[in-house]
């Protein structure tokens, strides 16, 4: 199987370890990768489109491939200014969806998070619920959305108040049953490893996945 699949957000956690996966992966036997910056040191398989992802419509005659995975995302003291932040939480993805639905890609993932609601006062959980209703909108034949819940793993950038949040969450998990088991701490593994299933399977129905859901695919084959 000669398949090929387009990364947005491939330096970042989840999706440097969605990257490996695929590289691993026999296939797959093309990746694009679209980002503001360049990795070096991999393989002929994948090319990398190095640009403004704020301008991804100027990528569209690149953007060619079975399978889209999104995993873009900023945090508020790396773009404390809303309507930046807005640009790249919603607006990338919006386009990256827009783009696969012109371009015929059937297959489309997006990393949004727990909470996710257009109608939230809270400006983070709006902004995510308006970025997957508009994804939905383009009706993309095979559309995920993951939300995730708080994400585990060691991050390049220091985040002081999401590492105390891990520590407590950390100490608390042993209580999360049962419906509470959706807010338990998710490793950036399992997000990838769960992508990479739903794309390359038939038999989820699920648009919108919970952390739960998300974890429970993550150990399928």
């Known amino acids: 199987m ?3 699949a387009i990364i947005l957000g491939a330096t970042g956690l989840t999706g440097s370890i969605l990257l490996q996966k695929l590289l691993e992966d026999d296939r797959y036997q093309s990746i694009k990768l679209f980002s503001r910056s360049k990795i070096e040191g991999l393989p002929s398989k994948v090319t990398q489109y190095i640009g403004d992802l704020l301008k991804l419509e100027d990528f569209k005659a690149k953007f060619i491939a079975d399978e889209v995975y999104c995993c873009i995302g900023t945090t508020a003291k790396k773009t404390p200014d809303k309507t930046q932040y807005k640009k790249i939480d919603y607006g990338i993805p919006v386009t990256a969806a827009k783009l696969a639905k012109a371009n015929n890609i059937d297959t489309f993932l997006v990393i949004s998070a727990m909470g996710a609601n257009k109608n939230s006062t809270v400006f983070y959980n709006k902004t995510k619920g308006e970025m997957e209703q508009d994804v ?3 009706n993309i034949k095979n559309t995920f959305i993951l939300r995730p819940s708080l994400i585990g793993g060691n991050r390049k950038e220091s985040r002081i108040l999401e590492k105390i949040a891990l520590a407590v969450f950390k100490i608390i998990q042993p209580l999360f049953i049962g419906k509470l ?4 701490i998710i490793e950036p593994n399992d ?8 794309a390359n399977s038939a038999s989820h129905a699920e648009v919108i996945l919970t952390s739960n859901d998300i974890k429970q695919i993550s150990k399928k084959n």
Not at 181 to 184: G, I, N
Request: cysteine-free; charged content about 15%.
């Open 191 to 198: 997000i990838a490893q769960a992508m990479l299933h739903l």
């Open 136 to 138: 939905l909108q383009y």
């Open 181 to 184: 088991k959706q807010y338990k």
């Open 2 to 4: 000669n398949k090929s």
